[in-house]
């Protein structure tokens, strides 16, 4: 009896090592063909001219990037918090900067070494992000929604640890492409591909279109970006409520202020 218990024993031991052993190679692997993605994403080199003329005051870091890395934490913190990945970077209007401060995030959140994030333009009517970095591509993002084009061709990945996915042109049917349930399908084969922390969308004004209605439902959470002496009190108010009819708030920034304090970035190299 107790040869047959030892047998048994044996056998249940051998067959835990090899599962052990199996899901070792397959986590191997599975991080192989990661890497592998990552690699295939073109790089991004920017112009220092482009950097200076666009407000990329976060590519640097330092002091100029001190409002924006502040940003990334809160974001991260609150991410972290409420278990949210998606978040949307949305303003009640055109012309607020939300293009721009998706811009400054992603060299913010290329800095956070530790992190995988993804910056997706679906301001699919504009050529936003795409002009403000200096990136021209030869696809749109509404190919690779539309799976036309696959992302990891279309891609681009700055500083190794983010991925961008820009705009060439602008397309007259956003909500269309955005409201398509092939388009959650692709959103969710890219991130099995690259597996990111967090991931951005910039997205339309809110009062201009109604591309937004269809696909905030897919997002954990968005961010408002509002322009300081142009955004009324009011257009705050509606957009925060119908925001919050779609998806969880995280917050609303106030951008392009001519007034402060100094609390960003003066103390910056307190000793």
Excluded at 42 to 49: E, G, I, Q, T
Excluded at 102 to 125: E, K
Excluded at 138 to 166: I, K, R
Aim: charged share 25%; proline share 3%.
């Amino acid at each position: 009896m107790e040869r047959l218990q030892a047998a048994i024993n044996k056998a249940r031991a051998q067959r835990k090592t090899g599962v052990a052993a199996t899901e070792h190679v397959q986590s191997k692997t599975t991080d192989k063909k990661l890497v592998e993605n990552w690699e295939r994403l073109a790089p991004v080199v920017m112009d220092p001219k482009q950097s200076a003329m666009n407000r990329l005051s976060s590519i640097g870091g330092g002091r100029d990037a001190a409002p924006y890395d502040m940003l990334r934490t809160r974001i991260l913190q609150q991410a972290s918090a409420n278990k949210w990945r998606r978040v949307a970077v949305v303003s009640p209007h055109s012309g607020c900067g939300k293009s721009t401060t998706c811009a400054n995030l992603a060299f913010s959140f290329s800095r956070q070494r530790d992190l995988r994030t993804m910056v997706l333009d679906l301001d699919l009517r504009r050529v936003g992000l795409s002009r403000i970095l200096g990136q021209p591509r030869n696809a749109n993002m509404a190919d690779v929604l539309q799976a036309n084009t696959d992302f990891l061709d279309h891609g681009m990945v700055l500083n190794e640890n983010v991925a961008l996915g820009l705009n060439q042109t602008s397309v007259h049917d956003a909500s269309e492409i955005l409201q398509n349930m092939r388009t959650k399908s692709v959103l969710e084969n890219i991130e099995n591909q690259l597996r990111p922390d967090i991931v951005l969308f910039d997205m339309p004004p809110l009062m201009s279109t109604d591309d937004n209605y269809g696909f905030l439902p897919n997002v954990d959470c968005a961010i408002l970006i509002a322009e300081a002496e142009k955004t009324t009190i009011a257009q705050i108010d509606v957009a925060e409520r119908q925001l919050a009819e779609l998806t969880n708030v995280m917050g609303v920034v106030l951008n392009k202020s001519r007034y402060h304090t100094g609390a960003y970035g003066y103390d910056y190299d307190y000793k």
